[in-house]
């Protein structure tokens, strides 16, 4: 079966043989707090800084998921309040989420049509965190790499936090334009689920050390000096930093996947704009994500796409929330083959 489901996703062919490496290699049982730990850990992060294109200065930090990285935020960076722009279900969750921590914090909602404005953004509570999802999974849609560095720019004096789960390891993300980026594995990573990734800028370092928060095994400050010798507070998921650490020494750098991702989304725009029953969900191109294509269509119509489609060898990823009967989503991660795009839209083109 191939999993285009936006997440957990398609991972890389050569996962199984990394996991029997791994066994092989005694890593499986690997004590956390060993020489052989550390060096994996170091260089994962180290990789994940040349791939990636993270700047030297950012701290990289794992977790165990994108959701405990929303806690973490709200745990130990938001003291005077935050503000969560969003316009689908993810953005939404990380806004309840962080309320129940910290009830001053506010929500704004934008359509999923309309560009994250700016200019409608009042004042805002200076030191708060500013909370946007770079790319937002449910309904496909993403805020571009200028809007955040102008939130940050607007606002010198607050934190800006991205939630980048569903793009970062696909697109070029623009570290320096943010203080604080989130994401986990099992998206455009093409792993299997269970490690998150928290990156912070010296600015985010600061702040944390300032408002030194230290309740929680995840504290940020707790975590800070744990990695500074590439450990974590807890026993985390060794299997999935040494199978991200095997996929990134392979991978090419992150300029050239954000190339190929791009092209595909072309290829996926211009395939939908010639087909009769079924369309991309959103017509602004302007907000449209890179690696989430949703697809909409009649009830009906999505329903037959769907289950044919897995009769077929092909998982595709439901609608989400409000759009759950009439759209489905593609992922456009870059693990997936170009043979099995086109065996996907091969298939898509009877509709
Ligand atoms: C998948 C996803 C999450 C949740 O990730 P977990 O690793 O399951 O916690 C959060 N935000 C976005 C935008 C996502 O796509």
């Known amino acids: 079966m191939i999993s285009f489901y936006p997440g ?15 066994f092989r290699d005694g890593i499986l049982s690997i004590n956390h707090r060993s020489e052989e730990f550390m060096a994996i850990s170091h260089k994962t992060i180290s990789l994940l800084r040349q791939k990636l294109d993270i700047p030297k200065t950012f701290t990289i930090f794992f977790t165990s998921s994108a959701t405990e990285c929303w806690e973490i935020i709200a745990q130990s960076m938001v003291k005077a309040g935050s503000y969560h722009f969003y316009n689908g279900a993810f953005g939404e969750k990380w806004f309840d989420y962080t309320r129940r921590l910290c009830p001053s914090s506010k929500g704004i909602s934008f359509a999923t049509e309309e560009k994250l404005n700016l200019k409608k953004i009042g004042p805002l509570k200076k030191d708060s965190v500013l909370c946007i999802t770079q790319n937002e999974t449910s309904n496909g849609t993403q805020v571009d790499m200028a809007t955040i560095r102008a939130l940050k720019r607007n606002h010198p004096e607050c934190i800006v936090a991205v939630d980048a789960t569903s793009s970062m390891a696909g697109i070029s993300l623009a570290f320096n334009a ?5 994401g986990s594995v099992q998206k455009c990573f093409g792993l299997p689920a269970g490690l998150g990734l928290l990156i912070c800028s010296p600015k985010a370092m600061q702040r944390a050390a300032y408002l030194g928060e230290r309740k929680h095994y995840n504290s940020l400050t707790f975590m800070s000096e744990m990695m500074a010798k590439w450990q974590t507070p807890y026993t985390p998921n060794v299997m999935g930093i040494y199978l991200l650490m095997r996929v990134l020494e392979r991978s090419k750098p992150i300029v050239a996947v954000h190339k190929k991702v791009i092209d595909r989304y072309n290829e996926w725009i211009s395939f939908l704009s010639e087909r009769k029953d079924i369309a991309h969900l959103v017509k602004n191109k ?9 697809v909409s269509a009649s009830p009906e119509v999505a329903q037959t796409i769907k289950s044919q489609a897995k009769k077929k060898g092909m998982l595709l990823g439901e ?4 759009w759950k009967a009439n759209t489905f989503r593609i992922a456009n991660f870059p693990a997936l083959k170009k043979k099995e795009l086109k065996k996907l839209m091969r298939f898509l083109k009877h509709f």
Do not use: L
């Not at 957990?8 to 791994?22: L, M, T």
């Not at 609608?319 to 409000?322: R, T």
């Open 319 to 322: 609608g989400y929330g409000i």
């Open 8 to 22: 957990p996703s398609r991972v890389h062919d050569e996962i199984p043989a990394f996991v029997k490496d791994a």
């Open 286 to 294: 302007a907000v449209q994500s890179y690696t989430v294509i949703p």
């Open 178 to 182: 943010a203080d604080i980026w989130f």
